[in-house]
């Protein structure tokens, strides 16, 4: 291979032909956009789904089911979890600070404590909800709860 034999990739290099630059260019008058319609007209843009006019997939599909845009989504932590991360870090308080400090919650979560697992230590809980039998377990061990 020497320097002067080196090409573009096919296809790579598109003509050069200016469009819409008057008749002596060959691709003046109607810029190579056809005559009228909406593909030859400037600002055109088709929406997503259009299907030249059928109707489109997304509204001849049948619907069902109900989807309740108020429903409130918890996400669910367990005792041996909250056990688990007061022994490694030494703690008696478990706020929602410390369990997106700790990568167990994002910022806008709402946590529910569920009851699998024991605790050995008392704990003082600052969540959104709980289950019962994580909030006998929390306060059998000698734990607060603090609901938010």
Do not use: C, W
């Amino acid at each position: 291979m020497k320097l002067n034999s080196l090409k573009p990739a096919e296809k790579s290099v598109h003509s050069d032909k200016r469009i819409g630059r008057g008749q002596g260019s060959g691709k003046g008058g109607t810029a190579a956009r056809g005559h009228k319609g909406a593909k030859s007209r400037s600002g055109y843009s088709k929406k997503i789904g259009f299907e030249g006019g059928q109707m489109p997939l997304q509204r001849r599909v049948p619907k069902f089911g109900f989807k309740n845009h108020g429903r409130v989504v918890y996400k669910p932590i367990n005792l041996y979890v909250l056990e688990k991360l007061a022994a490694e870090y030494n703690l008696d308080k478990i706020t929602l600070a410390e369990l997106q400090q700790h990568g167990l919650a994002a910022k806008n979560d709402r946590i529910k404590i569920l009851g699998e697992g024991e605790l050995s230590k008392a704990l003082e809980v600052e969540v959104h909800a709980l289950s019962s039998t994580a909030q006998e377990a929390i306060e059998k061990a000698g734990g607060k709860v603090n609901k938010l």
